[in-house]
């Protein structure tokens, strides 16, 4: 159906962020036609902004199982539980922050493969991206769990979970509208380009 045309929509942002390279080609599948998906689907890496249905839970937690990486974008309570359903684990409890002005990615762990392209002293500095909203996850974390990034250096904000040969990332903010205008920092581009070439 061609390239999105709307930039409220987060598959504008998606399509626009990965670079051509010789070594890759790039094929966008979105889910909006609200059919169970088939094994299309999923194809290396995919984005799941919204709740799925049990089919589509079983087939991305398969996916990941199998050696997909799938982000999470918890834009809500639940969105947030699912990513710990999709990899194979008990979710926590989660509750939505209550955030006095704008929270800030600390801790950043930035011997991470995905974020090997901001480890250095000019590129390594994320306090320029405001979050105004995002959820807490407030019991400990699963043994497949390891937090990447965190909020204001106390609550996790980016949480790697691994399943099989595959692995859920999971953020806990929305990355657009009401939550924060990640898709329009410098840093996307080049976080969903490293992940592609991570997988």
């Not at 409220?8 to 890759?24: D, V």
């Not at 974020?115 to 807490?136: E, G, M, S, Y």
Request: charged share 25%; glycine share 6%.
């Amino acid at each position: 159906s061609g390239l999105s045309s709307d930039p409220n929509e987060l598959r504008y942002y998606l399509e626009r962020a990965f670079l051509p390279t010789p070594a890759r080609e790039i094929d966008f599948f979105a889910d909006i036609d609200g059919n169970a998906p088939n094994e299309t689907w999923m194809t290396g890496l995919s984005v799941v902004a919204k709740l799925l249905d049990a089919d589509q839970l079983r087939l991305s937690s398969q996916a990941v199982e199998d050696g997909w990486t799938l982000i999470a974008i918890g834009t809500s309570i639940e969105t947030c539980r699912q990513a710990f359903e999709i990899a194979g684990s008990v979710a926590p409890e989660v509750s939505e922050a209550n955030v006095e002005g704008y929270a800030m990615l600390s801790d950043v762990d930035l011997e991470h493969p995905v974020f090997q392209p901001f480890n250095d002293v000019r590129l390594a500095d994320f306090t320029k991206l405001p979050i105004w909203k995002h959820r807490n996850i407030e019991s400990k974390l699963p043994d497949n769990a390891r937090v990447l990034a965190s909020l204001d250096g106390k609550r996790p904000a980016i949480v790697e979970l691994t399943h099989g040969h595959g692995r859920v990332l999971l953020f806990t903010f929305g990355w657009h509208g009401e939550d924060s205008q990640f898709v329009l920092s410098s840093k996307f581009v080049p976080l969903m380009n490293s992940l592609v070439d991570d997988f």
